[in-house]
Structures are given as C-alpha cells and as structure tokens.
C-alpha cells in the first residue's frame, strides 16, 4: 500500500466569535459572521475524510497542518489612524493555538498547536522597510522568539485598495525587504469583482521588485486563489472559454507573474468564483474540473507542478462550497481531479499536496 501523503493545506483563516468586530469585512449579513476556529476547521476536515475518501486510485493522505493567513483585521499602513492592534491580537490568538495555551471560548486545545505550521500575518507593506521593521519587531515581542520562528510571510491584502498601491515605492521596497528577512509574501488580487486592472497592477509590480535580480531574488512571492478569474463565464465546451477576452487577458498576467523563479500559485479559492454549490446535493467533479480546466492547465504550463500548491480557503470555501460538512472534503475532490488529468508523477502530486507549501513557506512538515 502507497505511504499517505501529508497535506498541507497552504491557505486557511480562524477567528473566535469574540472578534468578529476587529474583521473589516465584519457585518450583520456576512455570511461568515460566527467563530470559525481549530475546532470547526477539525469538523471539515475529519468529514472529508470520513466521508469523502479520496479518489479512486488516489494515494492515500492525512491532513498534516495548515499556514494560517490574516484575516483583514481593522488597520492601517500608518499607526496612528487605524492602528496596528487588532492585527498584533491576531498574532497573540496564533501564539495560543501554537504553544497549545488556550483561552476559553476560542475553540482550541492543547493537543491542536501542532497543526499550525506557519503564520502569515498581516503587516503594512506600503511603508516600506522602516514600516515593516517596526511592526514586524512587535510581531515577535507578541509570539517569542520560538513562535516567531513560524511566521513565514506576510500579507497585505490588495484586492481592495485603490489602484496605484502596488506601484508605489514604498510597497516595493517593502517586498525586497521581506526578501532580506526570508519572509514571503502573500499576494491576493481579484480579477472577477476587483477587475483586471488588479492583474496588470500586480504583474508590473513583480516587474520592478525583480528588476535589481541582486535584491529581488531572493523575494518570494504566493499567489492568492489562481488571482480569483471569473470562473463564471458562460460555457459552451473549453473552445468558449480559450477565446474570450477575460480568460485571454488572464492567461497573458499569469504567464508575466509565472516567469519570475520564486512565485508561486495556490489551487484555492476556486468556489468563490464559481456559480454557488448546495450542501445536499453531491456535485459532478468531472464537471467541474471541465469547466474549469482551462484556467488549470494554464496554471500547470506556466508555473509547472513545482511551483503550485493545494490550498482550501476554509472558511471562505464553506460559502459557495456548500457548508461546513462538505465543502473541504469537495475542494480536495476537484484538485485530486486536476492533479489526475495532469498525469502527475507521485512526487510531484506530493509537491501539489505539501511540499511546495513548505518550499515557498520554509517551514517543516
């Protein structure tokens, strides 16, 4: 029998009930807006194992551990307006769950602080060095010197900032920073609703942070959900799809993005994008991965196997995904889908699954 793989899962968000008003995106019709913690992530993952096994043919896996990514707390580049605190909470929240030291209500425990392989925080990328030193300082003051050691990367969320942000200079240096301290950085912009405009933005940006190759080498640089394309244009068959200006425009970014060695793309996000999933209804994976298969295989060209990674976006999965019960356990379904029509070699299907996170990451599993 094959050995199991570990899966990492590159992308997950948790936050306890108690600080849903420190999240920006934090409303009374969020559909998000209860506690999403260790323990409900525990539910979604052992329910797609116990219920959803793997593909025929498949290796076995296990869930190995996750990179937590922020979760767009309340702040600001500049300290004084906004401010840095809800973001340093979140650090202390991951500090709990890392040396298993919980605090009542937030739903983990103790024997859970060996799932969280990594930390990426949110930090103010705009303000360049001085900035990024600052807070970066009180990132490890909160964790300690052995939990700083699994902050991995940063992000600052783009996807709904202005344009011009990623063209500044601040920004830029701010990323040939990170790239000096062995840090990556989380890139997430939205072609779909943010519109196209973020791709091109951002393509230009890893123009100018890898044009000094002596500094910009060394940045690392994860890409967000495939940059969320609009996954909802109408089908006709992969021919629709190959020709319309949307996905042209797309596939050109992805490539400029692609030819830099140290980016990288997450499989994730996919539900979002895609019309809506119901919970009692099984999907047709094979479909699915049909009508999504042109963004795949442009993914897989351009990057190469070596340079994607499996990542869920639970929650954020459970709302077009189906809920809770299902939705991990269905992402996983349609990437051992792609990864099959790949024809991928069992080392580079465990790259997919976890070795490429830990690559991009630096972190153990």
Known sequence: MSKPIPIVDSHIHLFPESHLPTLAWHGPQSPLGAQHSVDEYRQATTAATTSNPSAAGAAPSYLRGFIFLETDRISSVDPEKLGWSHPLDEVSLLTRIITGAPVPGEGHAAADRHLCLGMVPWAPVPGGAAALERYMGLVRARTGEDVYRKVCGVRYLVQDKPAGVMGQAGFVEGLRWLGRQGLAFDLGVDARQGGMWQLRE???MLRMVFDRVEEGSRVKVVINHLCKPNLRLPYHGPASVATHPDFLEWSSLIMAMAQYPSTFMKLSGGFSELLPLEEGTEPDVKALVDRIQPWMDVV????????VMFGSDWPVCNVGGGGNAVSWGRWKRVVEEI?????L???EREGVWGGVAAQAYGVEI
Do not use: K, T
């Open 339 to 343: 990864l099959d029509r790949r024809g």
């Open 300 to 307: 897989f060209d351009v990057f190469g196997p070596r340079r």
């Open 345 to 347: 070699s069992p080392a």
């Open 202 to 204: 951002a393509a230009e």
